[in-house]
């Protein structure tokens, strides 16, 4: 009562520091029985903040879905029917995969990996080949991203057969393009164009309407294929002018259909852009595109973005050097260092 009363006859506030402490740290309490709602909320939450990482990045709720972790595990053990533990399993492994995703996203690499596991072993639990596959894949991105194309390609290798076992061409087709990226890493660029072709066929012939929630965003249009597929082909060492060209076509069909909800792929679409564009010789054409970035990734949370930015980087290196592109260079350099 002394507190609201000081606080609401306008005294000063005198303890302004400690306002960055927690206020408590328990969780609240679980229901001793779940049943399917509880199960349709936890889904519902999922699929919330799956669009806040994807407008906003991982860094913008990261730490809510680990709290959501924390204390949804602890369902598994209340009293439930054998389908409601079933679908519990699902929506917790679901769960797990976007805290990993989340949690590399941000640069928390071994944190992101003990997600994954645990998501892997719960889907495994339940025979869900599709998130089994869909996990996978969002391991390979992982070590694709840090550098280990050889590794990212073996666990693509396996969400591939997790994939073809769960029927869903959606899936098949996100992880072949995904591999053909691994491909493009390591030279291998028959590999790439076999995959790239396989990815286009299977998404092509794929069921999209019945595609699970953690591949929707990929089978709802084709701008995600023309994404990862103008990234493939910028990727690699001795890139041919012909791939730069053709990247540039799948890159821009894509960033055409993206909307403001799509903020942090739009950015790594504008850096592979501009990196195209610089590569090619168009050099006016890659400065805008990178001022494009610049903007872009000011309103996302990701440490990725920034990480991406290091081939573009290097282009700007490359071509002849004025105060415009000495300008985009510091300010890339300065997003990053942030």
Known sequence: MSHAANMTMEADVADVASWWQPVERQTAPVPTKVGAA????????????????????????????AAQVRWAQQLLLADTSEKNRHDLLVALADLHNLAGWT??????????????????????????????????YRMGRLHLHRGLPHEALRFFQLGQIAAQDSGCGVTTSMICVNEAWAYAALGDRTQMGRSLNRARVEWEHADRDRAAAWVQEFGRSDLHLHAVTGVVLTTGPDVPAADMEQAIG??????????????????????????????????????????????????????????????????LNDVPQNENTTALQRQLSTLRGA
Do not use: W
Request: aromatic letters at 6%.
């Open 38 to 65: 509880d199960v349709v909320q936890l889904k519902s939450l999922t699929a919330t903040m799956r669009a806040v990482d994807y407008q906003y990045g991982g860094g913008a709720c990261r730490d809510a879905i």
């Open 103 to 136: 949690s590399f996203d941000t640069g928390m690499f071994t944190v992101a990996r003990r997600h994954f596991s645990r998501a892997l072993e719960q889907a495994k639990a339940v025979g869900d080949q599709s998130l089994s596959a869909n996990i996978l």
């Open 250 to 315: 799948h890159i821009t069909h894509a960033l055409d259909q993206r909307g403001p909800e799509m903020a942090r792929s739009r950015t790594f679409d504008l850096t592979a852009l501009a990196t195209a564009h610089l590569r090619t010789g168009d050099i006016d054409e890659g400065l805008r595109a990178g001022q494009d970035v610049v903007a872009s990734a000011t309103t996302v949370r990701s440490v990725r973005t920034l990480d991406r930015f290091e081939p573009l980087q290097t282009a």
